[in-house]
């Protein structure tokens, strides 16, 4: 089978190809980034002289590149991690969500059709269900909660599950959806909470904590979600929506006092900044429709994994530093130039 993946030099996608490639060795795996501020080339770089993969450079907004793409390389599945991600670059910016999150599945979604491919996966977030109250944790999301969008970014993720129900429905393209929590583990682009107060922790500079920091999320190891990514892809039903959840709630806050323990970091370097415009509450997701039907298991603990992330970031201080410098974002495109 062939795959492309798109966003896979972003966070989540980078991982879904470390994971995949070297479990599917007879499979083959198309990356297809855009390299935008979020990809990082050095994220796969060391996936390149695999049998089974290839990194092609290209975005997912342009109609007719798309489609050409798909008509060289015959893809059998698609998998969709690639997005504008942030929420607080959406409110300052809402434009480029739209086009890449909205306009650029619908190029996705359009080429899967014309090529009749066999699946079509679209990743996409918890975040498109709204927020739930603060004192009622009887509450969870599941599938068959209404969209209720609040943000920018939520609404651009909404608006693309639509058009890819919208496929299913009125083309029989075979889709499925994965609705997933917040995600923690390597490779996260630090402008997200772990890598901004690991980065600024070590540095020893103030970190910036959104009101009172009592806002929950639910936090899941970006592993466990890309293992239940493969499932639903596999084994997932067409036309089907799944929740991935952590089961793993945590007020920012405590969140933020978690990992300056475990950097042995004073909690005198938390500064409460003015609350994010519209900032959901609380976030908490049913996964049991994946666990019960597709047998999810998650391999770990939220007391583990940060740990583990941690540890990840103290020992790739160079890669955080290659952000910051900037430096990261050209690496490939001067490699491309050079040959
Ligand atoms: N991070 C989370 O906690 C979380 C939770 C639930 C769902 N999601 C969803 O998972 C997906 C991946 O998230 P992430 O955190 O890895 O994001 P990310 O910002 O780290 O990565 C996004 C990737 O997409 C690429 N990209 C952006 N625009 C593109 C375009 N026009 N054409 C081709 N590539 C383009 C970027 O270069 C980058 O490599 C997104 O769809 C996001 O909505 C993320």
Not at 267 to 273: K, M, Y
Not at 298 to 310: A, M
Not at 321 to 339: C, F, G, N, T, W
Request: aromatic share 12%.
């Amino acid at each position: 089978m062939k795959y492309l993946v798109t966003g896979g030099s972003g966070f989540i996608g980078s991982n879904f190809l470390h994971y995949v490639t070297k479990k599917y060795p007879l499979d083959e795996y198309v990356c297809l980034d855009a390299l935008t501020y979020a990809g990082n080339y050095h994220n796969i770089e060391n996936l390149k002289n695999l049998s089974n993969y290839k990194f092609v450079y290209g975005d997912i907004t342009n109609r007719e590149f798309i489609l050409e793409l798909f008509k060289k390389e015959k893809f059998d599945v698609v998998i969709n991690f690639a997005a504008e991600s942030h929420v607080d670059n959406s409110i300052k910016n809402p434009t480029i969500f739209l086009t890449t999150n909205i306009i650029g599945t619908q190029n996705l979604l359009e080429a899967s059709l014309k090529n009749q491919i066999k699946r079509y996966h679209q990743i996409s977030t918890d975040e498109v269900y709204g927020d739930l109250p603060l004192d009622r944790s009887d509450l969870l999301f599941t599938e068959n909660s209404p969209i209720k969008t609040s943000s920018p970014y939520s609404t651009s993720k909404a608006s693309a599950d639509l058009l890819v129900m919208a496929y299913y429905r009125t083309f029989g393209l075979p889709v499925t959806i994965s609705r997933c929590s917040n995600n923690y583990g390597p490779y996260q682009f630090p402008e997200k909470l772990i890598p901004v107060v690991i980065s600024k922790a070590l540095n020893d500079e103030q970190i910036p904590v959104y009101g009172t920091g009592e806002n929950i999320r639910d936090w899941i190891h970006v592993h466990d979600h890309n293992v239940g990514v493969d499932l639903i892809v596999r084994n997932g039903q067409v036309g089907e929506v799944y929740n991935l959840g952590g089961r793993s709630e945590k007020t920012n806050l405590k969140l933020v006092k978690i990992i300056l323990k475990e950097l042995k970091k004073s909690e005198e370097l938390i500064s409460f900044v003015e609350d994010r415009k519209g900032h959901d509450l609380r976030y908490a997701i049913d996964c049991s429709k994946i666990e019960n039907e597709l047998d999810f298991k998650r391999s770990y603990q939220f007391e583990d994994g940060i740990k583990e992330t941690i540890l990840w970031y103290l020992n790739n201080v160079k890669w955080l530093e290659q952000i910051k410098s900037k430096e990261y974002q050209s690496a490939y495109l001067r490699k491309r130039e050079v040959k």
